[in-house]
């Protein structure tokens, strides 16, 4: 793989002595072990830029060029969801920061930790300069983005400025995790600092444990769950250690207990499992519906939503179950969004983090049950029904969004090779697609704004560019153009990463909405598509591609093409770098998305 340090290389930095404010936000950077700063210029920060190049050598952190500043927060939101570690990215001044609001809110819902850094213009009116500083400056910039971060400051002396810098390190590392905010005034970072400084010891600020469950509740919910006939659990927003993957499969089997999954997190749990109930969804598959129904304990670990879930389930009826509910969402749940979604039920809630729980609850019922499972080995979901096969396919088929999903899995066996899918469409055909390591899938953009899709996938390539994973994010033609230029960022620093442009040539989501709303007034369906399809003229998105540097092939447009297409692609990302195909498929979903009704 590519060592991002060949790239960018200072020239003649000798052996610099810290002795600016700026200097002092870089080394606290490389204390708290922030690896990377993807970041889009700008002088409100001019100072800090050179305390990364001339004072830390570009390196530990290591900056990353974007060309819009909303690619560099999706790029450290990737990075966050493949490590469940905080990246670094700097927002110029205030625009900047408007630039990048929504890629923030994207990891806000995502919950994911980011060290955001940011500047003003002189806060000292006086320095600034005519016009340009003065259009840069805000009294109070972390306002623009403090109801979806976890904390902001902006810092009035160097000293502040390294108390701030261990705070937000602790703080975003503290579940439940988030990005926070730091602005950096630009006199500050231009002013010399007093040599006999003393920084705080990063060590000594370090966040606590994972939170374990209080024991009284953890009693409790092995009581009701070694007693439950029928138990249910769904998996939600989880980390991808794959130690919590085992406990969360030794928990399932311990219990004999069906097991949901969602496709807006990580997946959480092995989908060719015996007691995987259904494929993953954006809304709950009817095999998992059916279970939920006859559950009598249902546990929540953390689940996206789960009043939305049931209310889709159960509809008007009671939830007769015993729901346990374990999450630590509600710590930072304000009223400016509804993300925290509807009140969850809880008959036991456990403000305690996920996988202290699934670990605590296995030792309690490995007592309560003498070692024992309950589990009969039988089969509780549908993994051995599966409607279609690669090998059903036709070489001259056209492609639908379930034949892209059969061909990249088809690839993945054919080359025994270890997929993270960093992103995937709606339409994407879970049925056909098995994830089976917690590294597999890492969930979609949180808060679904678009743009998102191809900046984290790059920041999860280059998350796991030293592992034997490749970073296929298969996304759409309306994500993919609304953020393509930060292809040239993939090309420039080498990155390793597939683009599998799912191209229907339309917003179809939308087309949806506007059939719904046409069939409930009984208008005409067929004009749902007026000011949503993107072709007339055809994107040439491989073409684009091209021009920024990445490798790319396309249109391809029959099933016959498309495996050896993707076997091609993957040749040049393992050779180190990135490379884009544009696929055409069909229009249409195979699993529809909910549509609101009126």
């Not at 002088?43 to 190049?53: K, L, Q, T």
């Not at 939920?292 to 929540?300: F, G, N, P, T």
């Not at 080498?494 to 339309?506: G, H, Q």
Request: glycine share 8%; net charge negative.
């Amino acid at each position: 793989m590519s060592d991002l340090t060949k790239f960018d290389r200072p020239q003649n930095v000798g052996n610099p002595v810290m002795g600016w404010a700026s200097d002092v936000a870089a080394e606290m950077l490389r204390r708290m072990g922030i690896k990377y700063l993807s970041m889009n210029p700008g002088a409100s920060y001019r100072g800090f830029h050179d305390s990364i190049v001339n004072y830390l050598d570009n390196k530990d952190p290591q900056m990353i060029l974007c060309l819009h500043e909303d690619h560099a927060v999706h790029i450290a939101q990737g990075y966050a969801k493949a490590t469940d570690e905080p990246m670094g990215c700097i927002l110029h001044s205030n625009v900047g920061l408007m630039h990048g609001t929504m890629g923030i809110f994207n990891a806000w819902c995502n919950r994911v930790p980011m060290v955001i850094m940011g500047a003003t213009g002189p806060v000292d009116a006086p320095k600034r300069r005519p016009w340009i500083d003065w259009i840069h400056t805000e009294k109070d910039q972390g306002a623009i983005i403090r109801n979806f971060v976890k904390y902001d400051d902006e810092p009035r002396s160097a000293q502040a400025l390294a108390e701030t810098m261990v705070r937000v390190n602790k703080t975003v590392r503290t579940e439940p995790t988030a990005p926070a905010y730091v602005c950096l005034d630009a006199g500050l970072q231009e002013s010399a600092i007093d040599p006999d400084i003393k920084l705080p010891d990063v060590r000594r600020f370090l966040p606590p444990a994972p939170t374990p469950a209080p024991q009284a509740a953890i009693d409790e919910a092995v009581n009701l769950l070694a007693n439950a006939k029928s138990p249910v659990i769904m998996a939600g927003r989880v980390k991808r250690s794959e130690k919590g993957w085992a406990d969360r499969v030794k928990l399932a089997e311990v219990l004999g207990a069906g097991v949901v999954t969602d496709m807006k997190p990580g997946v959480a749990f092995p989908t060719d499992h015996p007691l995987s109930l259904a494929p993953p969804s954006n809304r709950p598959r009817e095999e998992a519906v059916a279970a939920m129904k006859e559950a009598d304990v249902i546990l929540d670990l953390n689940w996206i939503d789960l009043a939305g879930t049931f209310k889709l389930a159960f509809g008007r009826e009671e939830i007769d179950a015993k729901v346990i509910h374990v999450s630590m969402d509600s710590l930072i749940h304000n009223g400016w969004s509804s993300d925290h979604m509807g009140m969850p039920l809880g008959d036991i809630t456990m403000l305690a983090q996920t996988e202290a729980v699934v670990e605590q609850l296995l030792g309690g019922l490995e007592k309560k049950l003498g070692g024992k499972s309950k589990w009969d080995g039988q089969n509780k979901g549908r993994t051995s029904d599966v409607d279609t096969t690669y090998a059903d396919l036709k070489a001259d088929d056209p492609i639908s969004v379930e034949a892209l999903t059969l061909c990249v899995d088809e690839a993945r066996r054919k080359l025994n090779r270890k997929f993270t899918l960093a992103n995937v469409t709606i339409g994407w055909a879970a049925d056909g697609y098995h994830w089976t390591h917690p590294l597999d899938y890492l969930g979609n953009d949180g808060g679904g704004g678009l743009a998102s899709g191809p900046a984290t996938t790059i920041g999860a390539a280059l998350a796991l560019k030293d592992t034997d994973r490749a970073v296929i994010g298969v996304l759409g033609d309306g994500d993919t153009m609304q953020g393509a230029s930060c292809l040239w960022t993939a090309a420039h620093y080498e990155i390793p990463v597939l683009f599998l442009i799912s191209n229907n040539r339309s917003n179809f989501n939308d087309e949806i909405h506007q059939e719904t709303v046409a069939r409930m007034r009984d208008r005409p369906v067929e004009n749902r598509w007026i000011g949503q399809r993107i072709d007339d003229p055809e994107v040439q998105i491989e073409k684009y591609a091209a021009s920024l540097g990445v490798g790319s092939t396309g249109p391809v447009e029959t099933v016959g093409d498309l495996l050896p297409a993707i076997d091609e692609a993957l040749k040049v990302v393992d050779s180190g770098k990135p490379y884009l195909l544009n696929v055409h498929v069909e229009k249409g979903y195979a699993t529809p998305p909910p549509a609101r009704e009126a």
